[in-house]
Structure formats: structure tokens, C-alpha cells
């Protein structure tokens, strides 16, 4: 059943409208006027999905709303609108988007209050969060494409907001450039998808539409689309090869982390091969590439993460991390579950992010943990929530964490992806480690801050600890939306998505025991080195690291990916264009032709310019000339019959 | 003959332009007992009548009839100059009123001259038979020629009456003969009539029938500044009061090719292959001249005067293809191209006078630091004229080389290509003038609401005209549909035979 819905258009345009308020008047107002409309923006959106997913969930399975904001590009028999759809996906991802969004937004009311440019931060965090409702809402491929691209320049200028420190500036680059290598096998994607669907007369690249006929696509095309698809989603989504970018993005504010960690950016990629699953399906081997990339992932981020001192690098690779294990989900199949990931690990991650944001913010800029300590004496209800955020994301049975992820491991487990799902066991006890590791280093032990600095450390004020409490319970009891089957309500998320995502069938109930009680398991072992490295021993991991100093030299340095990146690319790139091109090419070359043709139109200009002497018999004869060769012409042709 | 039908006498046909004209008697009457200082005020009375045919030339819409025995057609192509022109008139008239007292013009006799020669525009639009048609040339012309000259303070205005005066005389004797060639050839001046001998094999070719066209072009060439018939235009441009040099570039352009568009792509659609290489040749030569000569010029109004040659260049690319599909592109570039060139010339005429300058390309150094508006308008205008997308002129543009393309015309398009390309950088001197280069210090900004209201409404029809140009573009395919009307049933005769 489909039914209009315009106010799906005043859902998207909420966050446009804040962008031009901010932009226009954000300064001439003042502060508390772009704090309120910023939020209040973002807020409605989120009341609008509300509203939207409550519709929705009346309506029959397989439902969805949508609303048409225009016609976009007719050309030919290509049909292109401004056409946004609200099925039970996009439901979730808004409501994620705007939600979460929105308690980040008001978070940074606190955060930013000191910050001079107040009115270009709101402007970009309204247009990345009107970006990524455009990729979620949009009805068909090339206006998701418009979000997508969208994200990735807010990403690029949240990143690199403070743009006068030149480190920052060049890693807001570098997450542009990096992102644009994924955005070339997107775009790529989407050409091979459309001349595969034109050749059939689908010219609309509409998702539903695409979805009906998926048959008519053979397994090779869809291959090659889907390979294309996902290479982008690893720009996206910060997946080998192309995740790079995420740690050096720290650089922006924390609340803009949050952000691109939880709520949008990175969650951009497992959305749309959640979205085109119907695709993903027609091509085994795609979605083994899928799977194993993200189990992959997930392994070697949290290895790096073992090493990190900078509390939000920690977090970065965390999430590098969980969104592997996001893709592992959608790799085996299970979309549905990889998007129930993608929920918890919104209200987690922005939670840990939020509140190493107030850590951050209390020690007055400083991000390493080897200065931090002792915390929690002086910030007993940041502890609290960074407590509860720690346990959901190391998947700590009842935590919100904990549900997904397991749903995860089970349908790599039955899918028969053995391999894979050991080696997202022993990740899952790195995450109980890196992350327990994290907590213990920041909040217990001897606090390594001077003594005046560390008695100024206070909890962060009102409108930054509000969010904090709310995502520490939403970390908490967020799971609920997704238990196991037979479990009380059982798996609603699953069953909303169902239409949509599809779903997997369920392992025997002893196998789903044992296998929770086996990745519970691992994830206690890491907690309790955790516990013993950092709090009962803490002169321990220094022994450790000397012992095994090549391995931790190795993690440390995030395994030299950044080096060999530049060994291999950035330099044989900058030598072809500055030394061969640049130098030969382009000086030698093009300029010539350049500077050529330029004089030579201006000797045509200065030859033709001389004709006009300004003499009246002059004009007469040039116009005579004229009318004989017309006269001429003509009478030649009169004769010639 | 019988196939004109009943002689039709409808007011309709002449309801427009009988406003104009029935003005300027006015303007003359109440003139003449003002005295000098009040004579300004007529300027309101030509206003009035202007918005007045404008509205009344909605009595010229609807299906293609033709009136007082073939002299005027009544159909929604008239109508759509009617509105037009008057139009544009009256944009030039909201500009003209400080600017003719500044420089001492005779209030009175301007007016009127600008009503009778949009009198004139008006009647080449409807024109029905070929004399009718040079009457409305005519009318137009030698209004135009004495508002030249009219600023007799600067010997340049009268040598620009001259010039274009003698000139003009010139090129309405190869017309009126091209006319009475046609005339002898076919039997009737009727533009019907003509259209109708024209089919048959034997007259088509014959060498009166061609030399009246070989004629007629030349005229019409004159009169749209076509090279190699182009030489008066920077002498009568340069020369002539800024407001009058709008007048010639928009108004008098817009009437010629009225005129031209429907003799020739309508009535004279038959010797497509008679004249289609003339054109060709004539638009390439137009536009390689037009845009050489532009990038040698540090006047702006000679610069613009090459500029309006280079598009009457690219006006006839779309001619030279003949389809009917061309015909709604010129149309629509007609347009863009009037209100970008009122724009243009109305922040010269303010320059002028707020920095009592000339209109050197000096002149506008630092312009957008002085009258960043100003500046700002100049250069929308200046990047419409370039063909820079959203704007009005490039969608006129690619509308009229796309249809050359699909009519196989490759190397013409070619050749307009380039030539865009050159002119991209006499447009662009003007902008770097304005926001790059440092001006004297000026001031004395004088408030003018009229030309502030002239600058906004060709501003603000520039951009929407480009930004949402489906309107326009129906609008116009509907004028020359209704146009091409008379042509069918003919045609399906031809056919069936």
C-alpha cells in the first residue's frame, strides 16, 4: 500500500530551512537564536518521523508513504523526480538521523558556546543532517546519490572547521579525497546499473521499481554493480581499503564525531547495501567480498585500537569496528540485523562520543589518556554514562549492544561462515579490551593531571549532560526493540524490516544459548585483562609492550596503512602531475596552444578593427561588396536553370 | 487570390500600435505648450500609452487572420511583439527621463520620435504585405535616424545621425527594389500571395523572383546589423545618446527581425535552398566579425554595437536551419537578448550620470566598489550575453544551436561555438573592470527610482526567463505555430497532389 504523505517534504526541508536561517541571519541574531532554531529544526524532523513511523507501522507489512517534491530531470524517456519514500528502512535510518541528530545538536548548544563561528557550525551540522535524511528518504538511486554527496562535504567542512590550523584543514582534505576515490566506484555503480535497467526500459532508477524488476539483471551485471556499490561504501562507511580518513577526522569538534560516527556519514554505506539487498542477492560473491571485508575490518581496527592514547581515536576505530561488523551482517545476509546494529550503535557511540566530548571539554582540549585518570571522583555522572556506553558497545548481555551484534554473529554462525564468525568472536574480546581499556585509563587510577588542573575538572553543564543521560539509557534498554525470537516480544525491529530487509531463518534455540554464551564469553575475557592491566596491575601493558615491542610498534602506528598509502599513491600521483605534467605538459604544451590561439584572435581582432575607419565612403563600399556578391550569387544561380 | 477570403477590416490588428502612434500625437500636443522645464512630464504620457498597447496587444492573440486585405495579420505571433516591443520601449523611456535632461534633449521631440519608431517596430511585426512592411521600416528608421543626431551639444550624435542616416537611405533603396522585383515576379505584394507563386517550380527560379530575395536580404541584413552590412553600427552606436543606442540594439532589431523571421522562414520557407546559403554566410561572417572586432574596443557602447552584431550572428544560425522547430528558439533568444542589452545599456546611461563619466571601459573600474549594484546588475547581464548557464542568454543559445545541430548545420554551429568562446572574454573584461581594477573615487550618486525599477525588471526577467524558461518557450512556440498557420492547408494541398 502506498499513500501520500507531503509532510515527508516539510520532514527533509526542516533542516534546509535552518541551513539558509543560519547562514542568512545566524549572525545578525545572535546565539540563542541559532541554538533554538538549529535544534528546533531538527527536533520537528524527528516529531515528523514520529508521526511518519506511526503511520506506517497501522499500515500493512510492506507499506510506505511518500511524497513528491517535484519533477528533477526529464530528458528523453529518462523520468527523474524529487520523489521521497518512507518505507519501514527509511523509517528506522530517519528516525535514527533526526533523533540522535538532535540530541547532538543541542549538545553542541553547550559545546560550542565559546566558539565565535557558531552560526557556520549550526549551518553545517543542519546541512549534513538535511544531507543524509536526503539519502535515507530519497525514492530512487541518482537522488540518494545527491545525499550521499552531500554528506561528504559536510564531513569535509565539519572536519576541517577550524580551518585556520593547517593540520586540521589538511585532514578535512584528506577525508574529502579519500571519500571521493569511494564516491568514482558509487558513481561507476550506478551507470552500470542504469544502462543495465534502461536496456530493459526502466528509466527511472526508482528503488521500488528496481526492486520489481531485479530479475530482469544478470548475476555478472550485478556483480560488477554491486562491486562498484560497495567500493564506495567502504569510502563511506570507513572499510578497508578506504578507511583512513576516519581517524585523522577527530580533528573537528567531538560533537561533529558524534555525529558522523553515529548518526550519519558512516552509517551511509550499510544503508544503501541494506537498501539495494534485492541486488546484493542476485550476487553470491559480492556479498562474500562483503563479509569478509567487514570481518577483516572489524579484526584490524580493533587490533589498532589496542595501542591508541588519543581517547577519540580510540573511539574512531571503535567504530571502524562495529561497522565491520555492520557489513559482516549485511555479508551473510542478515540486512536486517546489520541495521539494528546500526541503531544501537547511533545511541552508543554518540553516547561515548558525547561524553569523551565533556571530558574533553573539561580538561580543557586535552584528548590523551595518558593525562587523563582519576575522573571519575570529579565527573561521577559522565562516568556513569561512559560506564553504560562501554558496556553496550562491548556487547555485555542486556546492554543494547549486546542483541544486535549477537543477531549478527548467529547468522554468520548458520550461514556457515564458520571462519568469519570466529574471528568476530575473538573481536568481540579486543572490543570488551580496547574499550574497558579506555574507560579504566580515563576515569580510575592516579589522576595524571596536575593538581590545580585537575581540581578544575567539572561536569559539563546542563544542555551536555541532558543528551548524555538520555543515550546512556537508550544504550541501555535500546536493545529491547530487538530480542532474541521467543524471547517475550521477540525481535520487533526484525519483523518491521522484514518487508524490506528480508530475514534470516533462526538457529535452534540451545545453538542461539550456546552461541551467546561463547561471545560473552570472549567479550569477559577482555574485560578482565582490562580490569587487570589497567586497574589491579597498571605497570603491566608498559612490560607488555616492551616485550613485545615490534607487535605493539606495529599497532601503534596503525600498521603503517597511512606510510604505505603515500609510498604508493600521493607520491607517484603528486610526481606524474607536478614533475610530468605540470612541468612538461602543461607549461610547455598546453600553454603554448593557449597563448597561441589567444594572440592569434587578438591579430584577427586588430586586423578586423581597421575596417571601421570611420569614413562614410569606406562603409558604402564595403557594403557594396555585399550586395554584388549576393547579386552575383544569385544571378549565377538564375542562369545555371 | 481568392484564397485571402472577404476583406476583413478588425480593430483588433491595429489596436496595439494605434495606441503608440495615437501617443505620439499626444506627447506632441501637450508638448508643445510646455515649457522646457515641464516638457519632462511627456515622458509619463509616452509611459502610459507604452503600458497601454502592451495591454492592449492581448487583442492581437488568437488564430491567424488577416486583416484590412492582407496588410496586417492578426495571430499570437503579432501579439507577441506587440506585447514586446512596447515593452521594451517603455524600459527604455523609464531609463530616459533624467538622462534626457542631462543632456539637454528635446524632451517633447524625443518621446514622440521613440513612440512613432515603436509605431514602426510594431507594424513590421504584423505587416502583412511587403509595403506595409517597409512603411513600418521606414517609420522606425527615420525616427531613429533623427534621435541619433539628437544630441546636437556632441558633434559624435550628429555624425551617428549622418552616418546611419546615409547608410540607411542606401540600403532602402536595394530593399524597396528587391521588393519591386518581388512584386514584378509574383504579381502581388501580399506576403500570401507571394508565398503562394513562390511554390510553383517555374517562378521560384526565376531570376526576378531571386534577385528580389538577394535584395531583401540585403535590406533586412542592413537593418539587423548583419555583416557585411554591419559598417554603421559602431559609429551609430558610439555616437548616439545612450538611451537611443538601446533603442537601436533592442527595439529596432526586434522589428527587423519580426519582420525578417516571418517573410523569410514563413513566406519565403519555399526557397529554403535559395536563401539558406546566403545566411550561412552571413551568420558566420557576422559573428567571426563580431565578436573579432569586439575584443579590439575600450568603449563599452561600440563593444555592445559589435556585441549586438555577433548575435544577430547567432539569431541567424537559427534562420539559416529554416525548420519550424528554430522558430520558437529565436523567438525565445530574441527575448533574452532584449532585456540583457536594455540592462546593459540602462547601467551605462546610470554610470553616466552618477559619475559623470563616458562610457569607456576606464569608466567602470572600481564600479563595484562605487555602485556595487550597479556592478553587480552589469555583470548578470554581461554573463547572460556570454551564454552563461542559468541565464536567459544561454538557454537561447543551446535552444538555437541544438536545432542547427539536429539540421545538420555542423560546421555553422562550429563556427558559433568558437565564436562564443571569443566572446567570453570581452564580456568578462567588463566584469574584471568593474571588480578587479581600481576606480577613481566618485560619488554623487544620484537616486533615480525610474532606471533603478528599468534595472530590476530587465534583471530580474534575465534570470527568470533562463532559470524557468518553460513558459517562455511555449509562449513562444505558440507565437510562431500560430504564424506558421497560413502555411498547413497549403501545404497538405502540395502534398495530396
Known amino acids: 500500500m502506498i499513500v501520500e504523505f507531503p509532510a515527508l517534504n516539510l520532514l527533509l526541508l526542516m533542516p534546509a530551512i535552518g541551513v539558509a536561517f543560519n547562514l542568512f541571519f545566524g549572525y545578525r541574531l545572535g546565539r540563542s537564536a541559532v541554538n533554538t532554531v538549529s535544534v528546533g529544526v531538527v527536533a520537528i524532523a524527528f516529531a515528523l518521523s514520529v508521526w511518519a513511523t506511526v503511520k506506517l507501522a497501522t499500515m500493512p507489512p510492506g507499506s510506505c508513504l511518500q511524497a513528491q517534491l517535484g519533477p528533477w530531470i526529464y530528458a528523453g524517456p529518462l523520468r527523474l523526480d524529487v520523489l521521497l519514500r518512507f518505507d519501514a528502512l527509511a523509517a528506522v535510518m530517519s528516525l535514527v538521523v533526526s533523533g540522535v541528530g538532535c540530541l547532538i545538536h543541542i549538545y553542541s548548544c553547550g559545546y560550542m558556546g565559546e566558539d565565535p563561528d557558531f552560526a557556520r557550525y549550526f549551518a553545517y551540522m543542519n546541512l549534513f543532517t538535511f544531507s543524509m535524511l536526503l539519502l535515507v528518504l530519497a525514492g530512487n538511486l541518482l537522488l540518494m546519490f545527491v545525499g550521499w554527496e552531500g554528506v561528504g562535504l559536510c564531513s569535509y567542512l565539519l572536519i576541517a572547521f577550524w580551518y585556520d590550523n593547517p593540520l586540521f584543514a589538511f585532514n578535512g582534505r584528506k577525508a574529502f579525497v579519500v571519500n571521493r576515490i569511494g564516491d568514482v566506484g558509487f558513481l561507476l555503480g550506478i551507470f552500470v546499473l542504469f544502462s543495465a535497467f534502461a536496456s530493459h526500459g526502466l528509466w527511472t532508477l526508482d528503488f521500488a521499481e528496481m526492486r520489481e524488476r531485479a530479475g530482469l539483471i544478470s548475476p555478472a551485471i550485478a556483480t560488477i554493480a554491486c562491486l562498484l556499490l560497495f567500493f564506495g561504501a567502504t569510502g563511506k562507511s570507513a572499510q578497508i581499503p578506504l578507511y583512513v580518513w576516519l581517524p585523522d577526522a577527530m580533528v573537528g569538534p567531538t560533537p561533529v564525531s558524534a555525529l558522523i560516527h553515529a548518526a550519519t556519514m558512516v552509517t551511509a554505506g550499510v544503508y544503501v547495501v541494506a537498501r539495494l539487498n534485492f541486488l546484493f542477492a542476485l550476487s553470491p560473491s559480492t556479498m562474500e567480498a562483503v563479509a569478509t571485508i567487514g570481518t577483516v575490518t572489524a579484526f584490524f581496527a580493533a587490533t589498532i585500537a589496542l595501542a591508541q592514547s588519543d581517547i577519540k581515536r580510540v573511539l574512531a576505530y571503535s567504530t571502524i569496528s562495529q561497522i565491520g561488523y555492520m557489513f559482516l551482517g549485511a555479508g551473510v545476509g542478515a540486512f536486517g540485523a546489520a541495521i539494528f546494529h546500526v541503531v544501537t550503535h547511533a545511541f552508543f557511540k554518540a553516547l561515548l562520543f558525547l561524553g569523551a566530548g565533556s571530558v574533553i571539554h573539561a580538561l580543557g582540549g586535552e584528548q590523551d589518556m595518558n593525562r587523563m585518570g582519576g575522573l571519575r571522583r570529579r565527573m561521577p555522572l559522565t562516568h556513569a554514562a561512559m560506564l553504560a556506553g562501554t558496556l553496550a558497545i562491548s556487547a555485555v548481555p542486556g546492554f543494547s549492544g549486546f542483541f544486535s551484534k549477537d543477531e549478527i554473529l548467529q547468522a554468520a554462525y548458520t550461514s556457515g561462515h564458520k571462519t568469519l564468525w570466529l574471528i568476530a568472536v575473538v573481536t568481540a574480546g579486543l572490543t570488551g579490551l580496547y574499550m574497558f581499556r579506555l574507560f579504566f585509563l580515563t576515569f580510575y587510577g592516579k589522576p595524571r593531571l596536575s593538581e590545580e588542573r585537575f581540581a578544575e575538572v567539572h561536569e559539563p553543564p546542563f544542555v551536555m549532560a541532558m543528551p548524555l543521560v538520555v543515550l546512556a539509557a537508550l544504550s541501555v534498554f535500546g536493545g529491547l526493540i530487538g530480542l532474541p525470537e521467543g524471547v517475550l516480544w521477540g525481535n520487533q525491529i526484525g519483523a518491521f524490516l522484514a518487508p524490506i530487509t528480508g530475514r534470516v531463518s533462526a538457529a535452534p534455540a540451545q545453538a542461539v544459548m550456546l552461541l551467546s554464551a561463547i561471545t560473552s564469553g570472549v567479550t569477559f575475557i577482555g574485560i578482565i585483562l582490562a580490569l587487570i592491566g589497567y586497574v589491579v596491575i597498571p605497570t603491566l601493558p608498559e612490560r607488555l609492550a616492551a616485550w613485545a615491542q615490534g607487535l605493539y610498534r606495529l599497532l601503534w602506528s596503525k600498521y603503517y596503512v597511512d606510510e604505505l598509502y603515500d609510498f604508493l599513491i600521493t607520491r607517484p600521483v603528486l610526481f606524474l602531475s607536478s614533475a610530468i605534467l605540470g612541468r612538461n605538459v602543461d607549461s610547455l604544451a598546453i600553454d603554448a596552444v593557449v597563448d597561441g590561439t589567444g594572440e592569434a584572435v587578438q591579430g584577427g581582432a586588430t586586423a578586423v578593427r581597421r575596417v571601421e575607419t570611420g569614413n562614410v565612403q569606406h562603409y558604402v563600399l564595403i557594403y557594396l561588396g555585399g550586395v554584388l556578391l549576393i547579386v552575383g550569387y544569385y544571378l549565377l544561380s538564375a542562369l545555371r536553370h | ?497
Open chain 2, 1 to 497: 487570390m481568392q484564397a485571402l477570403g472577404p476583406l476583413i477590416l478588425s480593430w483588433r490588428s491595429v489596436l496595439a500600435p494605434g495606441i503608440v502612434a495615437l501617443t505620439a500625437v499626444v506627447t506632441m500636443l501637450v508638448g508643445s505648450g510646455l515649457s522646457e522645464d515641464e516638457s519632462e512630464s511627456v515622458g509619463w504620457i509616452a509611459l502610459t500609452g507604452l503600458v497601454a498597447a502592451a495591454i492592449a496587444s492581448l487583442a492581437a492573440s488568437g488564430d491567424h487572420i488577416v486583416t484590412f486585405g492582407g496588410s496586417l495579420i492578426i495571430d499570437d505571433y503579432t501579439a507577441f511583439f506587440y506585447l514586446l516591443i512596447p515593452v521594451c520601449s517603455a524600459v527604455v523611456v523609464l531609463f530616459s527621463f533624467d538622462y534626457v535632461a542631462a543632456l539637454g534633449l528635446p524632451a517633447t521631440e524625443y518621446y514622440a520620435l521613440l513612440l512613432f519608431a515603436t509605431t514602426g517596430m510594431m507594424l513590421m511585426a504584423g505587416a502583412g504585405d511587403l509595403i506595409v512592411m517597409f512603411l513600418g521600416l521606414e517609420t522606425m528608421s527615420i525616427s531613429a535616424y533623427v534621435m541619433a543626431a539628437m544630441a546636437q551639444r556632441d558633434p559624435k550624435s550628429s555624425e551617428a545621425g549622418l552616418k546611419y542616416f546615409l547608410l540607411g537611405a542606401f540600403s532602402t533603396g536595394f530593399l524597396l527594389y528587391g521588393i519591386a522585383l518581388l512584386y514584378g515576379a509574383t504579381g502581388s505584394i501580399k506576403l500570401e500571395a507571394v508565398a503562394q507563386m513562390v511554390r510553383k517550380h517555374s517562378i521560384a527560379l526565376s531570376p526576378f523572383v531571386l534577385l528580389g530575395l538577394g535584395l531583401i536580404l540585403v535590406g533586412f541584413g542592413f537593418k539587423v546589423a548583419a555583416a557585411p552590412f554591419h559598417v554603421w553600427t559602431p559609429d551609430a552606436y558610439e555616437g548616439a545618446p545612450t538611451s537611443v543606442t538601446a533603442l537601436m540594439a533592442v527595439g529596432i532589431k526586434l522589428g527587423a527581425f519580426a519582420g525578417f523571421i516571418r517573410v523569410l522562414l514563413i513566406y519565403l520557407a519555399p526557397l529554403h535552398a535559395q536563401w539558406s546559403g546566403v545566411l550561412w554566410a552571413l551568420a558566420a561572417l557576422s559573428m567571426t566579425v563580431g565578436n573579432l572586432a569586439a575584443l579590439a574596443q575600450e568603449n563599452i557602447k561600440r563593444m555592445l554595437a559589435y556585441s549586438a552584431i555577433a548575435h544577430a550572428g547567432y539569431i541567424l544560425v537559427g534562420m539559416t536551419a529554416g525548420r519550424s522547430e528554430v522558430g520558437p528558439a529565436l523567438l525565445y533568444y530574441l527575448l533574452g537578448y532584449a532585456f540583457a542589452n536594455l540592462g546593459a545599456f540602462a547601467v551605462l546611461v546610470a554610470v553616466e550620470q552618477a559619475q559623470q563619466s563616458g562610457t569607456k571601459l576606464d569608466d567602470l573600474s572600481g564600479l563595484a566598489r562605487n555602485h556595487p549594484m550597479l556592478a553587480a546588475a552589469m555583470a548578470l547581464f554581461m554573463l547572460s550575453l556570454m551564454g552563461m548557464p542559468p541565464l536567459a542568454g544561454f538557454v537561447g543559445k543551446f535552444y538555437i544551436f541544438s536545432v542547427a545541430l539536429e539540421s545538420r548545420y555542423v560546421w555553422l554551429v562550429i563556427i558559433a561555438t568558437l565564436n562564443s568562446v571569443v566572446s567570453a572574454y570581452y564580456y568578462a573584461r567588463v566584469i574584471v573592470a568593474m571588480y578587479m581594477r581600481e576606480g577613481a573615487e566618485r560619488q554623487a550618486q544620484t537616486r533615480q527610482p525610474t532606471l533603478l525599477f528599468a534595472l530590476a525588471v530587465a534583471a530580474l526577467a534575465t534570470v527568470i526567463i533562463g532559470l524557468l524558461p518553460h513558459p517562455y518557450i511555449s509562449a513562444s512556440s505558440a507565437a510562431y505555430a500560430s504564424a506558421e498557420q497560413v502555411l498547413r492547408p497549403a501545404t497538405a494541398a502540395l502534398q495530396t497532389k
